[in-house]
Each structure stands twice: as C-alpha cells, then as structure tokens.
C-alpha cells in the first residue's frame, strides 16, 4: 500500500503544487489558456505529475531463435 503512495500519489500531489506554484509566480493574466486559472494549471500540474510517475522502461524480450547450443 505505501508503495502506490509513493509512486503514484506523491508525483501527483508535487505536479500539482508545482503547477500551483508556476500560476502563482510566473502565470500571466487572462490570456494564458493553462496559466490564467490556478484550477487549470493545479490539474495540467496533477496530470503531468502521473504521466511522470509511469515507468517507462522497456521489457527485454526473449529471443529464442538467436541462441546457439
């Protein structure tokens, strides 16, 4: 259980802070389709932060037909 919370909640949660983050220090005023509204860029922030937190290595696959006795 703690590992979903460390790998999938906590990217989350720091996207999101960051994306508040970014609102609040650089965002600009109403122009800005993501950085115009702190709800907007709190999400955009929540939803990088999961894409972040999915592993993106690649699984090694077994070749059979290349392997000499």
Known sequence: MKQII???VLPV????LL???YYY?????GTCAITSSPYISTIYGGVLGLL????WKR???KN???QSD
């Open 59 to 61: 699984e090694k696959k």
């Open 25 to 29: 220090f650089i965002g600009c005023d």
């Open 52 to 55: 972040i937190s999915f592993p």
């Open 64 to 66: 059979d037909d290349n």
């Open 19 to 21: 994306g508040f983050a």
């Open 6 to 8: 460390y790998r999938k």
């Open 13 to 16: 949660v720091a996207g999101a």
